[in-house]
T-cell receptor, first 113, second 115 residues
Framework: ETGVTQTPRHLVMGMTNKKSLKCEQH?????MYWYKQSAKKPLELMFV???????ENNSVPSRFSPECPNSSHLFLHLHTLQPEDSALYLC????????????FGEGSWLTVV | AQSVAQPEDQVNVAEGNPLTVKCTYS??????LFWYVQYPNRGLQFLLK??????LVKGSYGFEAEFNKSQTSFHLKKPSALVSDSALYFC?????????????FGRGTSLIVHP
């Protein structure tokens, strides 16, 4: 138990569907992150939020839409995805955005069919 | 930008033998360096970090890492490997992106410990 909870753990969606991934942290942290992990590729930073404001959008396609309603919750809204978007999506949090240790959730496995 | 390199995609070691997983870094200024481990079907777990101080850093599960400034390396080590250490290991360095400090990860090294 890392204190970062992701739901659902597994998701299968069609290319025309709309779904969301949810992340919740119970660590009192102020920064949250979305990473994408694909086979044979390095971890890709997607979004960073600090104190609920987006501070980094790493050139992610608009079919991925993040939402951070408060410092404990982070969502990744998905729509009209492509099969190549199938991957493990990892949420993480840290105390702040000054380079402290980040703590990961268990990930959400996404398959786009 | 800061970066780390993990030159080995895979490391094989026999149980009971010492293990080393290599990482080299490229930074301007003083590096903040991290090691994470990922077990199958799990998220990444923090093992240890170096910010300043003693060059030998001790972490979780008996792992340690040695910061070597002259060789720009931060290799992960363990004196005696266990089969349960088999996992994917990531080295990371603190980088500055858009005004925030973000860890940048290496490509990962798969460690396989044989019984």
């Amino acid at each position: 138990e890392t204190g970062v909870t992701q739901t659902p753990r597994h998701l299968v969606m069609g290319m025309t569907n709309k779904k969301s991934l949810k992340c919740e942290q119970h660590l009192g942290h102020n920064a949250m992150y979305w990473y994408k992990q694909s086979a044979k590729k390095p971890l890709e930073l997607m979004f960073v939020y600090s104190l609920e404001e987006r501070v980094e959008n790493n050139s992610v396609p608009s079919r991925f839409s993040p939402e951070c309603p408060n410092s404990s919750h982070l969502f990744l809204h998905l729509h009209t995805l492509q099969p190549e978007d199938s991957a493990l999506y990892l949420c993480a949090s840290s105390l702040d955005s000054s380079g402290n240790t980040i703590y990961f959730g268990e990930g959400s496995w996404l398959t786009v069919v | 930008a800061q970066s780390v390199a993990q030159p080995e995609d895979q490391v094989n070691v026999a149980e009971g033998n010492p293990l080393t997983v290599k990482c080299t870094y490229s930074v301007s200024g003083n590096p903040y360096l991290f090691w994470y481990v990922q077990y199958p079907n799990r998220g990444l777990q923090f093992l240890l970090k170096y910010i300043t101080g003693d060059n030998l850093v001790k972490g979780s599960y008996g792992f340690e890492a040695e910061f070597n400034k002259s060789q720009t390396s931060f290799h992960l080590k363990k004196p005696s490997a266990l089969v349960s250490d088999s996992a994917l290991y990531f080295c990371a360095v603190r980088d500055l992106l858009g005004g925030s400090y973000i860890p940048t990860f290496g490509r990962g090294t798969s460690l396989i410990v044989h019984p």
